[in-house]
């Protein structure tokens, strides 16, 4: 079983943590800057550790096989905890929440926490950004719950066209036609717009680049490629097996005259995909660089994992334990000015530091903290 490296506030209880930390509760309610004045803006939740696929690059099977120990249900943070932690961090700046996991809808009855985070407003009294990554695999049948429940969009991993390689990469002989039909459903009950992910993996899919592209050229879905990534520390990751945003940009431009594409400037700061359009109007992809251009002064994001683990990174080796503050009586407002202090103290840039990266490191797998 891999490693899990989780911290809670040594020492001290939360009530404590608070009145030594915070002893003024204006702190509380004042913006969240980290150290390296990223102000904190995205949520990303993940709501089971399981999932119905073992992707090579995520969760292979050699390591999450039939004896694998999956966390305990009860270990779950319930629908009612994760709400209660998710208004708490939306006072305080988090306008974006995504539901992830392992595959979240495994999950069961959602949609019911769905609808509980769609009350939430923000300070100014908006709405948030609500949204699901998910394989694909059950999204025909709970599109209609998802959106009817508030959800606003999807993403959907896809890593090919061509059913032998999405198999392949899958390890779960499921097929392309049941995700792309999920993604038509989806569409049909207005989920969007919808985005579709495509991990690129040297040696593995890099010849379904350009077949996914012309697939979504002129549809409704955007298109976004992503650098094989070195998260967590069972996918075997080394650099050799990175092909690089720029080189997958240069083979969709080379393929013919119809590809050709330009850049386009970012919806918002902070956005991780780099924007392109194809010049005959049909349509967008995005580039998702986390290697080769790391985005970390830019990045606003906290993960909650399944069991109440705050990390603030992707790549991180170690958590903050909000499951004993949730379930140990403590009030909202000391839980908040431990959400403050987390984000306050908080300096990951990890990709921008790969290459100084010395010795070994630990980092918490992604199907536990959701991508």
């Known amino acids: 079983m891999p490693n899990r490296i989780f911290s809670i506030f040594p020492q001290s209880s939360p009530s404590e943590l608070v009145q030594s930390q ?20 995205d949520l990303r939740i993940s709501v089971t550790d399981r999932c119905n696929f073992r992707c090579v690059y995520c969760m292979p099977r050699e390591v999450f096989g039939p004896n694998y120990p999956y966390l305990p249900h009860r270990a779950f943070l319930t629908f009612e905890e994760i709400a209660r932690l998710a208004k708490l ?51 025909a049948q709970k599109a209609q719950q ?63 680049i350009i077949p996914m592209a012309r697939h979504f050229k002129n549809s409704p879905f955007i298109l976004r490629f992503i650098e094989y990534m070195d ?33 386009v400037e970012a919806n918002y700061s902070g956005e991780t995909a780099q924007r392109w359009k194809y010049v005959d109007g049909g349509g967008e992809i995005g580039v998702i660089s986390s290697v ?3 985005f970390c002064h830019e990045c606003t994001r906290l993960r ?46 990890y990709s921008e530091l790969r290459g100084q990266q010395t010795g070994p490191k630990n980092k918490v797998e992604m199907s536990y903290i959701g991508g």
Not at 25 to 39: E, G, I, M, N, Y
Not at 108 to 133: A, C, F, W
């Open 304 to 349: 909650l994992s399944t069991e109440g683990q705050l990390f603030t990174c992707l790549f991180a080796n170690h958590g903050h334990n909000m499951r004993e503050l949730l379930r140990s009586n403590t009030d909202d407002e000391s839980i908040s000015a431990a959400l403050a202090h987390i984000w306050k103290m908080r300096s990951d840039r």
């Open 89 to 139: 961090l939306v006072a305080h700046g988090v306008t974006k929440i995504r539901l992830t996991g392992g595959e979240p809808l495994l999950r069961k009855n959602l949609e019911k926490l769905v609808g509980m985070l769609r009350q939430l407003k923000t300070p100014v009294g908006s709405p948030i950004d609500l949204t699901l990554t998910t394989n694909g695999a059950l999204l």
């Open 231 to 263: 998260v967590g520390s069972t996918n075997g990751w080394t650099m050799n097996e990175v092909i690089s945003s720029q080189a997958v940009i240069d083979h969709i431009n080379q393929s013919d005259h119809t590809m050709q594409l330009v850049p």
């Open 146 to 208: 998802l959106k009817d429940a508030g959800l606003n969009r999807v993403t959907v991993s896809l890593d090919a066209l061509d059913d032998t390689i999405f198999k392949r990469m899958n390890d779960a002989d499921f097929s392309v036609a049941h995700v792309l039909n999920g993604l038509e459903v989806a569409h049909k009950v207005g989920l969007g717009p919808i985005k579709v992910n495509m991990v690129v993996k040297a040696g593995v899919n890099r010849e379904q």
């Open 292 to 294: 080769t251009h790391a």
């Open 22 to 41: 915070f002893g003024d509760q204006q702190v509380a309610k004042s913006v969240f800057l980290d150290t390296l004045q990223r102000p904190l803006g």
